[in-house]
């Protein structure tokens, strides 16, 4: 029998936590597809920029050596670069589709 469960997971800080915990719930078989709530846009840069801070976010509030106000700064300043370059291609690739 196959069954199809979806729900929302405000819980999770993590893909992986929420996989282990279908497969921990569900067993081994268990497909688990994670994706934005919806598909807005908005939702789906959320989803995207989560993907890209939260491991290296919850590496620095662990981590006991004090620099976290520094180390995020960093890191919003690394994650910033790349949403900046990812904004720069979709600009070149409209403006060559309009050309």
Request: a negative charge; charged letters at 25%; hydrophobic letters at 35%.
């Amino acid at each position: 029998m196959k069954v199809t469960i979806t729900y929302h997971d405000n819980q999770s800080f993590t893909i992986e936590e929420v996989v282990k915990l279908a497969t921990d719930n569900y067993g081994k078989t268990a497909k688990v597809e994670v994706m934005p709530e919806s598909t807005m846009a908005y939702d789906h840069i959320y989803f995207g920029l989560q993907q890209l801070v939260t491991h290296e976010q919850l590496s620095l509030l662990f981590e006991q050596n004090g620099n976290y106000q520094q180390d995020i700064r960093k890191l919003r300043e690394e994650v910033l670069y790349k949403v900046t370059e990812i904004i720069d291609q979709v600009i070149i690739d409209n403006e060559s589709k309009v050309g």
